[in-house]
């Protein structure tokens, strides 16, 4: 940009000077060496107005105010003035740009009143104000654009941040309820399969079967998940409403599955949140009441999908110390909240236990109303 500004500048005015010269009433003389100088003073401004817009504004609109006392042809020479100011005002200088352009206005002013053969007329000087007033308008108005995309970009990054925070607690929550599920199922058969192993040993290796089909589901589902850190990577639909008498089979607990109502596709996230919610109720039937019958309810109604799981208390196996609380119910909590249900769990009346989700649902497509 200096080198072109400076080729415009110098080349133009010649041009300009050439009528300008044929007009004696106008007081132009001709360009000498000190009006080359000064016409490239600006493009070499320019050049440094990244690195001190400031300096560079006041170099440039001095030797333009040098170059009019001297009297030279009018012309390009207020091109430059108009690409510092507007560097001024983009790169922040504003008070600067504003500033030095009132007192440029005013030397103009000043200029055409008592330095020029004829006095100029309040045209002139209106004509001045406007040209000056147009360049920072525009300026500002480009400053301000950029400042828009600057927060749009900034808050397009922010919300990306968030959604990748999200869905990585979504991944650590699916981690956590895969393996506390399968683990705490291969950690009770197992101790199962031992105390079966040499009274029972036919029970046993039913025992051991369900071990070796839990090991390979928590495989499967954690790939599933874990494939999700690479872009375009293919998932299995492992978790979900429609997999719940494959959950119940594989629990090793008499569980009793019970559809109420017409069933229908779900959203992902309600078809997602059931299933770890039965999932994760059944892990604390097998680690806290093993072989406790199981009965499971799911009820379709208009607005909300309602999982009850109920377990009636009378194990037939002796609970596995050392187990732990976990976070099961808080997390099944917070599973029920974050699409705006909720869930309760407690003992029933006469023994056992009992979880209860209620997930909201859209409406079906029959129950919208025609526009």
């Known amino acids: 940009m200096p080198v072109i500004i400076g080729i415009v ?33 600006g493009p070499l401004a320019i050049a440094l107005r990244r690195r001190a817009p400031v300096a560079a504004l006041a170099v440039t609109l001095v030797s333009t105010s040098v170059y009019m006392l001297l009297g030279y042809a009018y012309g390009p020479v207020f091109l430059s003035p108009i690409i510092v100011i507007c560097t001024a005002v983009l790169s922040g200088h504003r008070r600067a740009a504003w500033l030095s352009s009132g007192a440029f206005f005013l030397f103009v002013v000043a200029y055409a009143t008592w330095f020029i053969p004829h006095r100029a007329s309040l045209f002139h000087h209106t004509a001045v104000a406007a040209y000056l007033l147009l360049t920072l308008t525009v300026a500002e108005f480009y400053r301000m654009r950029r400042e828009r995309l600057a927060e749009r970009e ?19 929550q699916e981690l956590h309820d895969v393996l506390a599920h399968n ?34 589901d928590v495989l499967t589902e954690m790939r599933g998940v874990l494939s999700l850190l690479r872009d375009g990577a293919p998932r299995s639909p492992t978790t979900g409403m429609a997999h719940l008498a494959d959950l119940a089979e594989r629990s090793g607990l008499p569980v009793t599955l019970k559809m109420i109502g017409r069933e229908r596709p779900l959203p992902a996230g309600v078809d997602r949140a059931g299933y770890r919610i039965v999932q994760e109720a059944l892990t604390n039937v097998a680690r806290h009441a093993p072989g406790s019958r199981v009965t499971v309810r799911v009820a379709y109604a208009p607005e909300e999908l309602t999982v009850t799981i109920e377990d009636d208390g009378s194990g037939t196996a002796r609970a596995e110390a050392g187990l732990g609380g976990g976070n099961g119910i808080p997390g099944m909590r917070e599973r029920a909240a974050a699409l705006g249900g909720s869930l309760s769990a407690g003992p029933r009346p006469g023994g056992g236990f009992r979880v209860e989700a209620r997930l909201p649902l859209p409406p079906s497509e029959d129950q919208k109303e025609p526009m």
Do not use: C
């Open 9 to 41: 500048q110098v080349f133009l005015t010649i041009g300009a000077q050439y009528w300008q010269l044929r007009n004696p009433d106008l007081g132009r003389v001709p360009l000498n060496w000190w009006g080359y100088a000064l016409l490239l003073v």
């Open 183 to 216: 683990i705490s199922l291969i950690h009770v058969q197992a101790s199962t399969a031992l105390h079966l192993l040499d009274d029972r040993p036919e029970q046993a290796r039913t025992a051991l079967t369900t071990i070796k089909q839990a090991s390979k």
């Open 154 to 172: 900034r808050v397009e990054r922010e919300e990306a941040r968030r959604q990748a925070s999200e869905e990585r607690l979504t991944m650590a």
